[in-house]
């Protein structure tokens, strides 16, 4: 319809039903507001729907979006009184410009009383409906035929009785003018896309928060609402008690977040600064050169300007910090690969293992020893000089970048579903949260199921740590860290 409507200026009309909370509304609007955004656009944003409705593929692979600089959109509803038929009349009269308009609620009155001239008493009181449905179709395809001619229509309504009965008076004067689609019941792993998305992206929680911290009967709610044939407005409520609930149950549970790690390659540490910058620390482990520090709340403070707060929150919800500093002694032997790659794989995959709130006192001191053994393993040569590495400059980047290659070969290869982000190092993978992942309605399950098991290692090097250095680096990567959790 939209290809029928730019080359050959036809009138058309598509009714969408649905029941209601399928998203028709949003949709309008979607559609309105990317058009608007579209009138400035320079290439193919496939955020935006007008882009997606209005692309055209050619057989070289490049694509090419409708333009809408010549395009006008209207969005009306029953809250609408205003003659807008007449103003838009104006504008298509010239042969150039095409219209679309949305017409949410079309099943209300508002859109016959416009085609009838009819007050809404006189409309209200009329005791022959059907009568003034097929004279509003009439009046309808006149105006598709001359005034509106060049305009797509689109209705929706959550009435398939009056999209048919319209359609069929549309189509027996014009045949073909009106199609009448029904929009398919989304599925179960699909609303649950949705309401995640949606949920990271307006609150400053993760939808991961809300299941982890609810009660085994909200838990069971949310997986009834989303593997049921229920809407999306009852899948947001579910979620929305889970939340209204946790505060009261879950407090004081240490939860098993996600882990940010840091990997920075120094001269000369200064926790102080770092301190600064995240806010109260956690000393995980300490061995001469080798520090792992680490933050399970506050810790994005310092860096929701590159953000926003609502997203940092969003994040921090998720995710916890760790900064692993690894000195001179350290970092030689990794420059210059001696002790081995094996060797050196195996210190670094002990010092980025992070130990679970849960694990037992022995756990936690055999997690300890095996890290001070591998770190002394490393450190046992003789100390390997730094000081033409630091004097390199930018290049220095390129070595230890190559040493960290032969260490692990699969640096800087990692993916995730978010194009164009991939971490330097991806210790244990990032899932999305899915409690229809389980299969069943089992609290127990969906708690194991949705578990954040995602550990990325960021590297970088600094000579003196500062906080603005560790800061400013921390800054530039987070940005795709809230981006991964609000496109998964």
């Known amino acids: ?144 035929r001359t005034n509106l001619r060049g305009t797509l229509f689109v209705m929706l309504s959550n009435r398939r009785d009056f999209l048919d009965t319209f359609a069929a008076a549309v189509n027996g004067q014009h045949e073909g003018m009106m199609t009448v689609k029904e929009l ?61 609930d946790a505060v009261q149950t879950r407090t004081g549970r240490p939860a098993i977040k996600n882990h940010l790690t840091l990997c920075v390659l120094h001269e000369n540490p200064d926790i102080a600064a770092i301190e600064t910058a995240f806010g109260r620390k956690t000393t995980e482990f300490s061995s001469g050169d080798v520090q792992i520090l680490s933050w399970t709340d506050s810790w994005t403070a310092g860096l929701a300007k590159n953000v926003g707060q609502q997203s940092a929150y969003m994040l921090e919800s998720e995710w916890n910090l760790r900064v692993v500093l690894l000195g001179p002694k350290f970092l030689g032997p990794l420059l210059a690969l001696n002790p081995s790659a094996e060797v050196l794989r195996d210190a670094l995959k002990i010092i980025f293992e992070v130990p679970s709130p849960y694990a037992l006192p022995k756990t936690i001191k055999d997690i300890e020893a095996a890290r001070h053994q591998a770190v002394a393993q490393v450190q046992a040569g003789n100390l390997v000089p730094t000081q033409a590495f630091w004097a390199s400059g930018q290049v220095r980047s390129v070595e230890y970048e190559s040493a960290l290659r032969k260490v692990f070969p699969n640096y800087n290869l990692g993916t995730t579903h978010l194009s164009g982000f991939r971490p330097d190092l991806i210790h244990a993978a990032y899932d999305e949260c899915s409690v229809l992942n389980v299969g069943k309605n089992d609290s127990t399950a969906i708690t194991g199921a949705i578990r954040r098991r995602a550990n990325f290692i960021e590297f970088t090097a600094v000579q003196n740590i500062t906080k603005a250095s560790v800061v400013d680096y921390l800054a530039s990567k987070i940005k795709n860290y809230v981006r991964l959790m609000e496109s998964a």
């Open 1 to 144: 319809m939209r290809r029928a409507l730019f080359a050959r200026r036809e009138s058309r009309t598509l009714g969408i039903y649905a029941p209601q909370g399928s998203g028709k509304t949003l949709f309008a609007r979607r559609v309105s507001g990317d058009i608007g955004k579209s009138m400035s656009a320079k290439e193919y944003d496939e955020e935006n729907l007008w882009h997606r409705i209005a692309i055209d593929e050619f057989t070289d692979r490049s694509r090419v979006v409708a333009p809408a600089t010549n395009l006008k959109v209207l969005l009306r509803d029953a809250g609408h009184d205003d003659p807008w038929a007449e103003d838009l009349k104006a504008f298509v009269d010239h042969p150039s410009n095409r219209a679309i308009v949305l017409l949410d609620e079309a099943d209300q009155a508002y859109m016959q009383l416009r085609l009838l001239g009819m007050e809404m008493g006189d409309f209200l009181n009329s005791s022959d409906q059907d009568r003034l449905l097929k004279a509003s179709a009439e009046k309808f395809v006149k105006q598709c």
């Open 184 to 244: 398919p019941a989304a599925d179960g792993p699909t609303k649950e896309k949705v309401v995640r998305i949606n949920t990271n992206r307006l609150n400053a929680f993760s939808y991961w928060y809300c299941i982890n911290n609810a009660t085994p009967i909200r838990k069971s709610a949310i997986y009834d609402s989303l593997a049921g044939a229920g809407t999306f407005p009852a899948a947001f409520m579910a979620v929305d008690a889970a939340v209204s």
